[in-house]
């Protein structure tokens, strides 16, 4: 089971452009051989020096104040790495079909008819 979960996550990366940090927590020796080796490297070589606790709370995370620094590093890390994938651009098309594509598709004019909708609202 985690092997198809280890596999989904590195299917993602071709269609997205990135891969996420779960793949370390279900590395194992009989599983290893499905994650390309730059990948790993990467995921290995971003990993701070010391371990050290993170605590989430709802939309926030949290740890010892020697620590912010490496959060801080992870962080900026992760979002220049989704800023270079293609994941935004998934999100939209999931979201808006073929709207990105052929904006005189039905769905696109539902699409600009509830943005309008919604811009007069307000």
């Not at 997205?16 to 194992?28: K, Q």
């Not at 080796?37 to 989430?56: A, G, W």
Request: with cysteine; proline share 2%.
């Amino acid at each position: 089971m985690e092997d198809e979960a280890l596999s989904k996550l590195v299917s993602l990366r071709e269609r997205l452009g990135c891969y996420s940090n779960a793949i370390l927590g279900m590395l194992n020796a009989h599983n290893m051989h499905l994650v390309p080796r730059d990948v790993l490297e990467t995921l290995i070589n971003d990993l701070p020096e010391k371990t050290f606790s993170v605590y989430l709370v709802h939309d926030c995370f949290g740890t010892h104040a020697n620590y912010c620094e490496d959060i801080k590093k992870l962080y900026l890390t992760i979002m220049n790495r989704l800023s270079h994938s293609k994941i935004y651009r998934c999100f939209l098309e999931d979201a808006c079909g073929d709207f990105l594509n052929n904006p005189s598709s039905a769905r696109a004019s539902n699409l600009d008819l509830g943005i309008r909708i919604l811009t007069l609202s307000k």
